[in-house]
Each structure stands twice: as C-alpha cells, then as structure tokens.
C-alpha cells in the first residue's frame, strides 16, 4: 500500500486530469433540507470542505438499541448522550445512516423469545439531533412488542421527520424505499432482514419486517435505480459474534449491485465483517454494534463507514474506527486513535483480505477504489419465474 499522503497526491491528480473533463468545484453554501416524510426541516450542519466532483458522502454505523441499561445515563445526561462524541461527523455527511434494533415504544405485547428489546420514545430525538437521515427498522428486534411497538416507531419516526425503511404495517409498506434528496441528488435506501423469527416477516395482510425474496428483491432495487440517483441496500444478515460472512451473504450483496445498488450495508453479528470491492461499488458486510445497550465483552470494536460515492460509482471511503466497549465508554461511542485504532483497522484488513483480489484498505482505514474508469458496465440479472 502506499503511503496516505502519496495515495491522496495521486488520487487529486488523477481527478483534475480525468477524460480531460472539467471538474465542478462547489460549495455546501446552504443547509441542505431534509424533505422526507414531513414539511422540510433544515438541521443539516454546513460542510466545510469543498466538492472535487459531484458526490455523496454517507455516514453509515451498525447496531443501535437505546433502552436498557443505557436508559440509567440518557435519564441523566439527555437523549442526546450517546451521540456526543459522534454526532459531528454524523452531521457533517449528506446521509448519515443506522441500524434501529429496538422499536420506540411504551406498550404493545411482549414476543416469547430469549431477548426482548423496547426504547422509550422521547428518546428518539436523540437521533434528529445527532443527524440522522435514514433508520433501517429491518432486523430481528422491530416486533418484540408486537405490531404496536411497529406502529408507534414509525409514528415517532414520522413525527421527527427522518425518513425510515424495512418494516411497515404491510408486505407493501416494508419494501418501500425512503428518499431523501440531498445536493441535487436522490438517494433511495432498502432494508431487509434476513433473520428469524419468521414471524416478523410482513406479508401482504400483517405488518413486520421485509424479507428479500430474490425475484422481488431484484425488481425492487431495479425500480429504486430507476427513481434515484444513489441505491443503498441494507442487509439484517449473518451469524453473531462472526467476523467472516456465509456464502449467501455475498450472494445477495453481489446480486443487490448487479440490480443497481450502489451501496451495500450489513449489520446483526454485532462485530466487524469485511469490506468488500465489488464491481466498484461497496460491500460492508457487517458494521458491528454502534450505540447498543449491552455489556457484551465480544462486541468491543466497531467503524464509522464514511463512504464518497459519485455516478461512475465508488469514489473513496474511510472506516473510522471507533471503540463501543460499553466497560469503558458507558454507551457513548467514541473515536479512537494511537494503537487501540491501528488494532481496529489491523482487524478490518485481515477479514478483508479474504474477500478482494488484493488489500483495499490502508493503515489509516482509507479504502481505496481501482478507479475503474470509464465505469464498470454492470449487467442486469434476467430472472425466470
């Protein structure tokens, strides 16, 4: 690999001279306004670092779940307390994106399974204020309060304005795609969850979670490319505690980008999984846990995955990582740097490694597209009934 500062030289060099193309300099002027689903709401913070070339940045986390021993510190020091050390890189992306493992909810009944996950619903203007754009409710813990708990999320949510995704009160309303709109661009976000119970699943009479049945999956992120700009595909999917994804993992990441994604996002093992180059698109196949109300001694290590993403596909990103042992830093996620993040991004590298012809990531945590250009020309999948 090359050295940070070299690989940054080249890559500019590269961007002012490619195709002999002019490139747009731009500047985020003005607060960029959230328009989904709600009257538009400005809290958006102003980017200080100009734009090369037309692009989104996405700040995307794993697992969140607030309720339970986290309540005792948000009781004390606000709903904002988990996301005080993260909440300005948060903000400073065009879609910052997360994994809502627990619904908002002060009833409902209580599903028969070993863990049980619910989270008082004024805490979720902790989320607004951190800058948060998209929620995926598509995981194993959206209905351990029945469909009440379902309903009284996506109220919450929708009262807050922050667009949401993988779970409604129907089969129909599940596998809607959210769309925010962000410097001129739409962006389309899908969820699905691949996890049990079954009985989470939505069908088309009884709300839940959406599962990706492949033919439906397909033609749904065809439709997403054919209304937005940016796809981005997440995925409730693998075993706990695994840092290496199964085989169907990468099937269905793979066929979400033949379909058009343009971002793959994965969560539920509540550990780092690899990072995947595909066809110049991103595959992370898990994020591990974010801000998660839980004193698991195996869940200690986790990223921030801020991914620049223009139409030609992959521009760059940077895994951040951050340490989410709850021992030590009480449910507030935080940034790590020195020999606790070379350990991180260490790990990121060698569950990689398995998955791309080469290593992709430095020592720095920078992920380095191929620049594959002109684009990589991706083939649709032909699907026979």
Known sequence: ??????????????????????????????????????????????????QIFPSISVAAVGDMMFGGHASFYIEKYGVSYPFDSTKKML???????????????????????????????????????AGFDVLTLANNHMLDYGIEGLKSTLDVLDSLGVAHCGAGLNLSDAEKQAIIERNGYRIATLGYSMTFPREFWATDSTGGTCYPVWNKMIANIEKSDSL????????????????????????????????????VIGHHPHVLQGIEIYKNRLIAYSLGNFSFASYSKKATESIILKTYLTKEGLLFAKAVPILVNNHQVAFQPRPVKGAVADS?????????????????????????????????????IVVTE
């Open 1 to 50: 690999m090359k050295k940070p500062l070299v690989s940054a030289i080249l890559f500019l060099l590269f961007v002012n001279c490619y195709n002999g193309r002019e490139m747009l300099h731009t500047v985020h002027d003005e607060l960029t306004v959230f328009q989904y689903p709600k009257e538009p709401t400005s809290y958006r913070m102003k980017s200080p670092l100009p």
């Open 344 to 380: 991180i991004i260490s790990h990121l590298i060698k569950f990689s490694d398995a998955l791309n012809a080469g290593q992709v990531i430095d020592k720095s945590g920078y992920i380095w597209n191929r620049l594959q250009f002109p684009p990589f020309k991706r083939e649709k």
């Open 91 to 129: 903000s400073l992306a065009d879609v910052a994106l997360g994994n809502l493992e627990g619904p908002f909810t002060d009833d409902g009944k209580k599903y028969d399974k070993k863990f049980n996950f619910k989270v008082p619903p004024e805490y979720a203007n902790g989320l607004l204020d």
């Open 228 to 263: 937005a700009d940016f796809v981005i595909v997440t995925f409730h999917w693998g075993s706990e505690l695994k840092n290496q994804p199964k085989t169907y993992q990468k099937d269905f990441a793979h066929a979400a980008i033949d379909a058009g994604a343009d971002l």
